[in-house]
């Protein structure tokens, strides 16, 4: 399943950490985040309960760059 959310972020060193923390989430298949478009495109593994894969996701986030938002 694949799943976009806007989002909030800085700078393009601050998508791309936001990224790489969201690759590494349980649940997570894969991750892109664009600065230019302010989205997060997240790929679940199968069977992964989305809305609680996405909080960890937030939290992962939030360690790399404290003033993101992913607006779930």
């Known amino acids: 399943m694949k799943k ?17 923390a969201t690759k590494k989430t349980e649940g997570v298949k894969d991750c892109v985040v664009s600065f230019m478009t302010q989205k997060m495109k997240v790929e679940f ?5 989305v809305d609680a894969t996405m909080q960890k996701v937030l939290a992962n986030c939030k360690k790399v760059e404290s003033d993101c938002e992913i607006y779930l």
């Open 45 to 49: 593994d199968e069977g992964a309960d």
């Open 4 to 20: 976009s959310y806007k989002i909030e972020v800085d700078c393009a060193n601050c998508a791309n950490l936001m990224e790489e």
